[in-house]
């Protein structure tokens, strides 16, 4: 066990000799904390082999447990969580030499329950170079404070000791998926190729000081920007790092481009690969997707739909693969210079994720109903941050009826030192003609309160219906307080979303005993006694962006976060025509078309933390990346849909 109190001396770091040989990171038998202590660690895990010697700059995932032991914790608190690295055996017992790693800032639960931080990251930054070049081993030693102030640490784990060595540059991709289910659409003349799969790549540049970036003007809060009379620098200044302008452009550049290439592997014949197609803002396809400046630390996301080819699409249709259904969707990537890093990630360039292929069935065709549907949901983002959207729209010609309806919502998640789960907006709007009356509902609702339309149970009822509107409302509202490690503190700041909701509505429904007028709108010499229609232009619109804010001002630490996102762009008008009508034989005749266009443009933005810390230990003016995201506007004809004339339905 490690016993881990405020540092009155930097000699007390001679605590940390008593650890365990190199290579076992294996949790110790656990033991209760004593009761004068405020925190308790335990099953601390590094995802890595150390018997090893560990890359300079390169990034691991570490796991523990930490819990409040103090009698006085009954509610909730933030514990920033530092890493350092120090020289183990030193000449001088009394001054080792120490590098610092980065903070990662934890919620403690009440009344001892455990918090268990999986996958969080640590590393050996630039300052641990003269520890690498004398090839020293190095002890392992954490940190807890609150308020800026150390805490009382009883550390019940063992803790690893590494062997550092300087390296070059290393690529760590990550791939994920919207979904697991891989639609294989039909082809529709003048739809838009339906994506087979949404995806979203992920990649960090191991090998570059995470704590070095160049910073612009507008990402450091107006009232950090003042002169630091010890250093006679502004924060601004004291970013340049004392490089060149030059020399801070090349900060996140590869030493040349990379490449990404997506395919599909069939589980069962791994011989059958299919490329994917990557779809680009103009609506072409590329067969890769090129770049060459990615963030140190901490992943750059990006979202692609993807495609097949064709004659691969035909294939999986109806010809010789058509009975494939299970595969595997990798996405590699290549690069023209040698990669060094470590061991594990030399091995990380191609990501597989298992995917079931679902085909799309043509539904128009005589039976008890015929919808025209579509469904989109976008996930993109990352677990620190993701705005989530769902389209569903829902077009159904029935024995009883027609139902016209539309809906959209938003939702931002995440976790910055705390989960976050806040529904922005959603709208709906719905249209129903039955063989008795016509119904018509919308609602739009902001941060779950209602801004448009009446309550959920109340609906219009009348033979005729005759809607004409146009609602944008623009709304704001902070979403959640957050908090970040910043050295010995934790950052809090906020995030707050706002943007404009709209919903255009022009619409007209009506239930008919007229024979003519019935004849007319089904196209049919029958004899109707009665028929409904939806004549419809629905337009569901959002555009949400985000800013992330906040900071503090101490004596020895100044620093904060002014970041502006987009969240969301999206639009979705939908026109159509539905009739049904009954025969004087009881028999059920339709007749409808359907359009659907769709415009979408996701989160993009970065998310940088900025500051100076003035403690010994941590003294250095740094910035931060906590999350990076690109997206490209998206416009697509999702649906061009009819029934080919009027049809009876079974």
Same mark, same amino acid.
């Given at each position: ?37 405020? +925190? ?21 995932? +570490? ?126 003349? @003048? ?200 389209? @569903? ?84 509202q902070q979403v959640a307080s957050l908090g970040y490690g910043f050295g010995p503190v934790r950052l809090g700041f906020k995030i707050s979303a706002g943007g404009r909701i709209g919903l255009d509505v022009d619409d007209d429904m009506d239930l008919l005993d007229d024979l003519s007028m019935c004849q007319t709108k089904l196209v049919s010499q029958e004899h109707i006694n009665t028929c409904g229609f939806i004549s419809r232009t629905v337009t569901p619109n959002f555009s949400f962006t985000g800013r992330v804010f906040g900071g503090l001002n101490l ?96």
């Open positions: 066990m490690i016993i881990n109190k405020p540092l009155r001396a930097i000699n007390i770091l001679v605590i940390l000799a008593a650890l365990s040989a190199c290579g076992d990171n294996s949790p110790s038998v656990e033991e209760p904390a004593p009761v004068d202590f405020d +925190v308790e660690m335990s099953n601390f895990t590094m995802d890595f082999d150390t018997s090893k010697t560990f890359a300079l700059n390169h990034r691991i995932p +570490v796991s523990f447990t930490i819990r409040n032991t103090s009698k006085d914790a009954t509610e909730e608190t933030q514990v920033p969580v530092t890493f350092s690295f120090v020289e183990k055996n030193p000449i001088d017992p009394s001054s080792p030499i120490v590098c610092n790693s980065n903070a990662i800032n934890v919620q403690l639960l009440a009344n001892g329950e455990p918090t268990v931080v999986e996958n969080e990251f640590i590393w050996p930054i630039s300052e641990c170079q003269n520890l690498a070049e004398q090839g020293k081993q190095v002890e392992l030693k954490v940190g807890f404070y609150r308020d800026g102030e150390e805490i009382n640490g009883y550390v019940n784990t063992k803790l690893p000791v590494l062997s550092l060595r300087e390296a070059g540059v290393d690529v760590e991709y990550q791939l994920k998926t919207e979904s697991s289910i891989g639609l294989l659409a039909l082809p529709h003349e @003048d739809e838009s190729p339906t994506p087979v799969l949404s995806v979203q790549s992920g990649f960090v540049f191991n090998g570059a000081d995470p704590y070095y970036s160049k910073i612009n003007d507008d990402e450091i809060p107006e009232d950090l920007d003042v002169v630091d009379p010890s250093s006679g620098l502004t924060i601004k200044q004291e970013l340049t790092f004392g490089m060149s302008e030059e020399q801070l452009k090349e900060l996140n550049q590869l030493p040349s481009s990379a490449n990404l290439t997506y395919k599909l592997i069939a589980q069962n014949n791994p011989g059958i690969q299919l490329d994917l197609m990557i779809g680009q803002e103009n609506g072409q396809v590329n067969n890769s997707y090129e770049f060459s400046e990615i963030q140190p630390g901490t992943a750059d996301q990006v979202n692609h739909d993807l495609y097949l080819k064709q004659t691969d699409l035909d294939a999986l249709l109806e010809g010789d693969l058509a009975n494939e259904a299970f595969f595997i969707l990798r996405g590699c990537i290549e690069t023209s210079f040698v990669q060094d890093g470590n061991e594990n990630d030399l091995t990380n360039d191609c990501k597989d994720v298992d995917i079931n292929l679902e085909r799309e069935s043509n539904n128009i065709s005589a039976a008890s109903q015929v919808a025209f549907k579509k469904n989109q949901k976008r996930r993109p983002g990352s677990s620190r941050i993701s705005v989530e959207s769902e389209m @569903d729209i829902d077009n159904t010609l029935q024995r009883n009826g027609i139902l016209s309806r539309a809906t959209g919502e938003i939702v931002l998640k995440g976790n910055i030192g705390r989960r976050f789960d806040v529904k922005i907006a959603e709208a709906l709007a719905e249209a129903i003609v039955t063989k008795k009356e016509s119904s018509y509902f919308h609602q739009i609702k902001v941060f779950n309160k209602v801004v448009a339309g009446k309550n959920e149970n109340s609906k219009e009822g009348k033979k005729h219906l005759e809607i004409k509107n146009k609602f944008e409302q623009d709304k704001s004596s020895i630490v100044k620093a904060g976060v002014n970041a502006n996102l987009r969240f969301l762009e999206h639009k979705f008008p939908l026109t159509g025509t539905l009739v049904f009508g009954l025969t004087d034989n009881e028999r059920v005749l339709v007749r409808g078309n359907v359009d659907l266009d769709h415009s979408i443009n996701t989160i993009s933005g970065k998310i940088k933390l900025v500051g100076s810390i003035k403690i010994f230990r941590f003294r250095r003016s740094k910035s931060v990346t906590l999350a990076s995201f690109s997206s490209r506007p998206v416009t697509q004809q999702l649906l061009r849909r009819s029934t080919s004339g009027t049809l009876e339905l079974l």
